[in-house]
């Protein structure tokens, strides 16, 4: 089991073994490297633990126990004696992110706990005679009575997995079959000799205030001073902390208040989507603005993840929701293990959208807070008809407006009540879900420790306190994080809206590269998914390669991500029936390069030409449509052409909105240069460059 958790602890390993139990303990030393390994034990030998985390106040706690002399230079250290004291009531105070088991010698029971947003992870499997936990599922697999089996039914009813707008808690899932996870903000207190457990929970998400509350500025006030308070116990380590800046106002929040602990050196994503999106080039000026280092990690535009590169990926983060994302922040951190070793932990902007309004602009049809909130009542109506499917036919269009929304109310009257509140609560469980998770499993499988200022349950217990008056002036669009900093980065951050990691106006070019990965090999990843036992009982091999096949003619034609999904669970189920290589001693793959970039506006051109894919076509080059490539005019709409590929119709060009790209695809015709069909369409090259080169890389327009 140590053995597949080495990559999570590369600086050293401690086992104890005293007749039934055995604890193992994989460490990465950010605090007292010297003196604080693991496991800890109380001074009178009966309480022993191994912590994986960070308690950020542990000065704090420890100097109110003037009683008690510390042993050690660790965070965690002040756990034992807290324990000692408190018993279960120990975490009561604790700030930090923490997975943790303690064994107590004297009482013969093992508590197992985890911070208040699961940032850390721990997971379990038990039987009448035995439980093995560990940070990672993977090493739960080498005990030989822990069950190996992906839970398909479970996985693919999961509303986070599907991608499902939803409200209410729902459940946490692990994917696999007798895995489970230690709730967060809960101690699970366990029976050595019984086997009776109790699950005391120390810490609830807050509900929702509905009194008037202090003012707005008080709220702006406070989670400015929170959030550097936040961020500067994030920094606090015996090593160097890095950061990844994203050129959102949520990295550039948490990179004005690390900027002033030290030299802070911060790494970048520089690929063609967050090129086109600005990201890139934001991340870039607000750096330069504050004076520290901002090194640009590339992704080239023809580079595609190979099948041994996503087959490692996908089993470091035991997810199949994996994708692009973890992708590109694995090889960030690799990119920073490489070349800066001394960096152990990583500060991240995550987690701001979920709990301070950054989703409101997505909900919102019509721009404006009431079109969020109109989306949310719409939303709670779904939820409410999953549990009140007999009464579905009346919210279908043709009846739709004709029976209240109150018929649903009795069964989810809380989500009626208040569905930004209901929002907000099911965005805690996607933090657990998906948010820690992956950035745990990205930075761990590089020996680096992912830090989330915004994961302060101060900071969410603010939030939590806003009344209704307040919501729009100050959770619209983050509205209460841009206030807050205003003044402390220049106002070009604080304005400029949300933009998605990767998604938004550049996502083509990465959905072109995925989609390339998956066909790489005569689409090795996608038969090897369902060749497998599941596979072949689970998912539709013929209707599998035949929506590749769309994506390969048109990436808009679907969603390569839900695919991507389904094929992961495939090659999933295959390894827990014959495990890979542990990740530590698995082959890492190719690491990233950076690009120096002095001033991004006179050197935008030499970027592009790194990160944006190219067809390698000038204005010489002769096109012409691809071989069943049809342009077909609609006679119900005459301004209206679609484009058939293989007889499937792909897509719709308006001829008074794009006449001039209609045009152009008219006149090839395999003999003119490209020059001359754009002079004869009377558009320019440069106004319909992207989509020539688009066309030509998913093969509508040939050579």
Partial sequence: MTQALAHRGPDDERILREGPVGLAFTRLSLVDPTGGGQPLVSPDGNVVLIANGEVYNHRELEAKMPDVRMRTGSDCEVLVHLYQRHGLRFLDDVRGMFGLALWDRKENRLILARDQFGVKPLFFARNASRIVFSSEIKALFQDPDCPRSLDWVGTLANRSFAGAAALGSGDFVTWFNGVEAVPSATILDIDLCSGETRKHRYWEMPQFDESDGPTDAYFIEELRRLLEESVRECATADTEIGLFLSGGIDSAAVAAFAATSGNLQTFSVLSGSTFINGDAENAHTLARHLGIANHQVVFPGDEVPGVEDWRRLLWLTEMPMCGPEQFYKYKLHRYVRENHPEIKGMLLGAAADEFLGGYTTLLSEDGTWDGATATLREMAVQHALTSRGDLATWWMPEAAGLVSPEVLRSSTDVIFADPYAAFVHRKFLDIQQYNCWQEDRTAAGNGIEARVPFLDRRLVELVAAIPKRSRERLLWDKRIVREAMRGVVPDRYVDRPKVPFYHGEGVRQTYLVFTQMLT????????????????????????????????????????????????????????????????????????????????????????????????????????????????????????????????????????????????????????????????????????????????????????
């Avoid at 009377?682 to 066309?695: A, Q």
Wanted: aromatic share 4%; charged share 25%.
């Fill in 520 to 703: 790489q090999d005569k689409s090795a990843l996608v038969e090897e998914a369902l060749a497998g036992t599941g596979g072949r009982q689970f998912l539709d091999a013929d209707g599998i390669r035949a929506y590749l096949s769309r994506l390969q003619r048109n990436p808009d034609a679907g969603h390569p991500e839900q695919l991507l999904r389904l094929i992961n669970m495939g090659l999933l189920d295959n390894m827990v029936r014959e495990l890979p290589a542990h990740p530590a001693t698995a082959p890492a793959g190719d690491t990233p390069v950076s690009l120096k970039v002095t001033d991004w506006a006179s050197e935008s051109s030499r970027i592009e030409a790194v990160v944006i894919r190219s067809s390698g076509l000038t204005e010489a080059s002769v096109l012409s449509l691809g071989e069943g490539v049809l342009l077909l005019r609609q006679h119900a709409a005459p301004d209206n052409w679609l484009v058939s590929v293989d007889g499937q119709l792909e897509f719709e060009i308006n001829e008074r909105e794009d006449g001039g790209w209609l045009r152009f695809l008219q006149a090839l015709d395999g003999v003119r240069p490209l020059k001359e069909a754009a002079a004869e369409a009377g558009c320019t090259l440069d106004d319909i460059w992207p989509l020539i080169n688009e066309s030509a890389e998913t093969g509508l327009l040939v050579s």
